[in-house]
T-cell receptor, first 115, second 115 residues
Framework: AQSVTQLGSHVSVSEGALVLLRCNYSSSVPPYLFWYVQYPNQGLQLLLKYTSAATLVKGINGFEAEFKKSETSFHLTKPSAHMSDAAEYFCAVSDRSNQGGKLIFGQGTELSVKP | GAGVSQTPSNKVTEKGKYVELRCDPISGHTALYWYRQSLGQGPEFLIYFQGTGAADDSGLPNDRFFAVRPEGSVSTLKIQRTERGDSAVYLC?????????????FGPGTRLTVL
């Protein structure tokens, strides 16, 4: 069965530092890949998604992610962290063969940004 | 435009009671999904509707859980004989396109507490 692993349940960075949140998936056939952000007391918001085109995907708020098939990874990065980036981040996959497109989520990574 | 809305935002009930959770999707979105998010975990898929029909209910944990979408818009998730383990945030999402390439837009969730 498809699974998603997010390394590090908590990541802390200083304001202005690089943000790197890790995500690895399990399937041999590359799935669709997503990153969602969840701010406190708010719903999940899509940051970016990979479907099949360019392997480097740019999203909202300066985030981007690179799909690496050889590493089965889809890590999320941002060059310079801002205080407002503090939130919970979820990586998710959707099996290409699943017509409904149900999402399978990782356990999440909580990002803290220190001033 | 209006996003996905869910009511109530919070529901406290006693063990053994029946509860209904409502989801209003984005107008025109034919695909609707329910997920459950336990504390410290990523969301877990419950059920997917395409129009009025439940196209994939593989995530429903047992027969105490049931969902309907009679007119292809609003959906209700119903839980019978609630148990303490049902306590979680129940998330609804809708999408214009079904399948992995569609973007799922999430509501704020209903926090269910079973005492």
């Amino acid at each position: 069965a498809q699974s998603v692993t997010q390394l590090g349940s908590h990541v802390s960075v200083s304001e202005g530092a690089l943000v790197l949140l890790r995500c690895n998936y399990s399937s041999s056939v590359p799935p669709y890949l997503f990153w969602y952000v969840q701010y406190p007391n708010q719903g999940l918001q899509l940051l970016l998604k990979y479907t099949s085109a360019a392997t480097l995907v740019k999203g909202i708020n300066g985030f981007e992610a690179e799909f690496k098939k050889s590493e089965t990874s889809f890590h999320l990065t941002k060059p310079s962290a801002h205080m407002s980036d503090a939130a919970e981040y979820f990586c998710a996959v959707s099996d290409r063969s699943n017509q409904g497109g149900k999402l399978i989520f990782g356990q999440g990574t909580e990002l803290s940004v220190k001033p | 435009g209006a996003g996905v809305s869910q009511t109530p935002s919070n529901k406290v009930t006693e063990k053994g009671k029946y509860v209904e959770l409502r989801c209003d999707p984005i107008s025109g979105h034919t695909a609707l999904y329910w997920y459950r998010q336990s504390l410290g975990q990523g969301p877990e898929f419950l059920i997917y509707f395409q129009g009025t029909g439940a196209a994939d209910d593989s995530g429903l944990p047992n027969d105490r859980f049931f969902a309907v979408r009679p007119e292809g818009s609003v959906s209700t998730l119903k839980i019978q004989r609630t148990e303490r383990g049902d306590s979680a945030v129940y998330l609804c999402a809708s999408s214009l396109l079904a399948g992995g390439q569609g973007t799922q837009y999430f509501g704020p969730g209903t926090r269910l507490t079973v005492l």
